[in-house]
């Protein structure tokens, strides 16, 4: 049976990114924490992203990350009953923006109720 070359295989079987990925975090009481994520339909998801162009892009140039291999994601991941590992997710809501504060606005005279005379 011929081998097959990763370029030739319709299904390769190695799917994980080279390098490590851009890995959101949040600060945590221990230092930083992994950011986890949900699918559309819900499942909770690792979320690691292959530049910090794309991260910043998704989640906002505010967004503090760290530097992690997929596997170390996954090890990282797993005692939180987390299986998978999304990279470079493309369907995401864009990064909030940040709104000034809210200022009550002034009443006039056309806000306040009318009295009925007789």
Do not use: K, N, Y
Not at 31 to 47: D, I, K, N
Not at 81 to 87: D, S
């Amino acid at each position: 049976m011929p081998e097959l070359l990763c370029g030739d295989d319709p299904e390769p079987s190695d799917r994980s990114p080279a390098g490590p990925l851009f890995v959101p975090v949040r600060p945590g009481p221990a230092g930083c924490a992994a950011r986890l994520f949900r699918t559309p339909l819900g499942e909770r998801t690792a979320v690691g992203f292959t530049s910090a162009r794309a991260l910043a892009a998704t989640l906002g140039p505010d967004q503090a990350w760290i530097r992690l291999a997929e596997p170390a994601l996954r090890a990282l991941a797993a005692p939180l009953g987390v299986t998978t590992v999304t990279v470079d997710p493309q369907l995401s809501a864009p990064a909030p923006v940040p709104v000034a504060p809210f200022a009550p606005r002034r009443r006039v005279a056309a806000d306040r109720p009318h009295r009925l005379t007789a």
